[in-house]
């Protein structure tokens, strides 16, 4: 089955600072994938997702890159700023045909000092 | 989005006892999941729920100790059978979107078993 592996599993960048998280996966037939950021006690929220015909996708301060042939992606925040500090997922799945069953990789604790 | 409606938020348990988590998801959603999220760990897929049927489990999960249902298309509830210390954790639900296939968590039950 599908094994997602996500680095680093702590990040700690100063405010105004960009932030990295890469992640890896296994199965060269997943299409889609999303990155969740959680805040202490909260659910995680989809804050943005690529698809495999797709290399690059921006949203304001956030960017999602893939590359299928290394089978990586990775999610860039810029110009961090405190309440960017959470713990961020990325998962993977094979849309549609795997019903939206998503595999996460292990989190990215980030936090930003100011 | 989609809006996600979970309760119990959190539940402490006598070993031994069983509990259930009721999930209400709205209309935009179709596929419904339960996660697992240990203590400072990732998420876990528990099962797919299935609308009138059985659910379908994940390696490492079993009915007889997480029985989920279905019963409609926006209802669905997971049952921690026979808890033990070790069943200690958050349990969410999820619900995704065919179209777009988003997936989307509800605010988590946090279980503590004594």
């Known amino acids: 089955g599908e094994n997602v592996e996500q680095h680093p599993s702590t990040l700690s960048v100063q405010e105004g600072d960009s932030a990295v998280i890469k992640c890896t996966y296994s199965?060269?037939?997943?299409?889609?994938f999303p990155w969740y950021k959680q805040e202490l006690g909260k659910r995680p929220q989809l804050i943005i997702d690529i698809r495999s015909n797709v290399g690059e996708k921006k949203d304001q301060r956030i960017a999602v890159t893939l590359n299928k042939t290394a089978k990586h992606f990775s999610l860039h925040i810029t110009e961090t700023q405190p309440e960017d500090s959470a713990v961020y997922f990325c998962?993977?799945?094979?849309?549609?045909?795997?019903?939206?069953?998503?595999?996460f990789g292990q989190g990215t604790r980030l936090t930003i000092n100011p | 989005s989609a809006v996600i409606s979970q309760k119990p938020s959190r539940d402490i348990c006598q070993r031994g006892t069983s509990l259930t988590i009721q999930c209400q998801v709205d209309?935009?959603?179709?596929?419904m999941f339960w996660y697992r999220q240990q203590p400072g760990q990732s998420l876990t897929l528990i099962a797919t729920?299935?609308?009138?049927?059985?659910?379908?489990?994940e390696s490492g999960f079993v009915i007889d100790k997480f029985p989920i249902s279905r019963p409609n298309l926006t209802f669905s509830t997971l049952t921690v059978s026979n808890m033990s210390p070790e069943d200690s954790s958050i349990y969410l639900c999820s619900g995704g979107r065919l179209d777009t296939g988003e997936l989307f968590f509800g605010e988590g039950s946090r279980l503590t078993v004594l």
């Open positions: 209309s935009q959603v179709t596929m």
């Open positions: 199965d060269s037939a997943s299409n889609y």
């Open positions: 998962a993977a799945s094979k849309y549609p045909q795997g019903a939206q069953k998503l595999v």
């Open positions: 729920a299935n609308q009138g049927s059985e659910a379908t489990y």
